[in-house]
């Protein structure tokens, strides 16, 4: 496998190709492109769930409270970003700073969890803030580079836009109406009001929002995608690559700078799989979807 890029001995931050992160709404697949990453030789981090989610993302911006307060300003975040950045590829301790944005950090998730249901509270973020400190051991030199995967990811496009110069961003994105009707609605009640959508509390109401969400919370992303060019951004709808992985697969690489072997490339050939919840909204109700979201759907690639 050939890269473009080679680790520098000091893995001093700022100075590797990157970061290379995955994000978009929850279960729209992102699990498949962070496994194309490792089998890419990419560092996506020490501390993963079972969804391959970057656990120390997680817990540095994924508190409510705190981001609605900072979602707007780009020191903030960047902070943040300074943190997750040191956490991953540098070999040395962190900042002080970086010690008193932890605490803050752990506190309150500790205090408020991640999500409606106050997962992560109590002794949860204790132990992802062990893991930070007595896993950094910086990014391996035989890396191509180094990333993260957590879906809410895209919330910070335009921070890391600043933060990082030569970063790489990859939205996955599969057929909303398929996603409205998922059980994993947790962007919607943690960030909806950020696009102008609150959370129902009538059951019955939430495929509906949960599309209108998907609309507009992808709407913003590409939009950014398309002003800061190809060079850090690609779109990858999930469906299509599960249809057509050669092609899909080939269109990640080559965004990445990166020559796999004829070997790893069917390895990586053989990961896109469809989802069993592909075409489910075709058995439901879908008759609140106005005609705008259905030009912004089939613009995206799906249909009705």
């Given at each position: ?21 995955i994000g978009g709404v929850g279960g729209s697949g992102t699990r498949v492109l962070a496994e194309i990453l490792r089998s890419l030789d990419i ?189 850090h951004f690609l779109t990858v709808n999930f469906d299509d690559l599960c249809q057509n992985p050669r092609n899909g697969i080939q269109k990640i ?48 690639g799906f249909s009705l």
């Amino acid at each position: 496998m050939k890269s473009k890029h080679k680790v520098p001995a000091n893995n001093l931050p700022n100075t590797l190709p990157g970061p290379i992160v995955i994000g978009g709404v929850g279960g729209s697949g992102t699990r498949v492109l962070a496994e194309i990453l490792r089998s890419l030789d990419i560092f996506i981090g020490n501390d993963l769930n079972e969804s391959l989610d970057n656990l120390t993302y997680t817990l540095l911006f994924k508190r409510r409270r705190w981001f609605y307060r900072h979602c707007k300003s780009n020191a903030e975040l960047s902070r943040g970003l300074g943190v997750l950045e040191r956490t991953m590829i540098s070999a040395g301790k962190l900042k002080v700073p970086d010690f008193l944005f932890l605490a803050r950090a752990v506190l309150e998730m500790s205090a408020y969890g991640n999500n409606a249901e106050r997962s992560g509270n109590g002794l949860w973020p204790f132990g992802r803030a062990f893991r930070m400190i007595s896993l950094q051991k910086g990014i391996k030199p035989d890396c191509h580079g180094w990333g993260w995967k957590e879906p809410n990811s895209h919330l910070l496009i335009e921070a890391m836009i600043t933060h990082f110069p030569s970063f790489k961003y990859i939205h996955c994105i599969r057929h909303g109406l398929d996603m409205a009707f998922s059980a994993n609605q947790q962007q919607l009640f943690n960030w909806g009001p950020l696009f102008g959508i609150m959370p129902p509390t009538d059951p019955v109401r939430i495929p509906e929002a949960s599309f209108r969400y998907w609309v507009e919370s992808n709407r913003k992303a590409i939009a950014l995608g398309e002003k800061i060019g190809g060079k850090h951004f690609l779109t990858v709808n999930f469906d299509d690559l599960c249809q057509n992985p050669r092609n899909g697969i080939q269109k990640i690489v080559d965004f990445l700078g990166i020559e796999p072997d004829s070997s790893l490339m069917g390895q990586l050939i053989s990961l896109p799989r469809p989802a069993a919840s592909t075409g489910r909204h075709k058995d439901r109700d879908i008759s609140w979807v106005n005609s705008e979201d259905v030009a912004f759907l089939e613009s995206m690639g799906f249909s009705l």
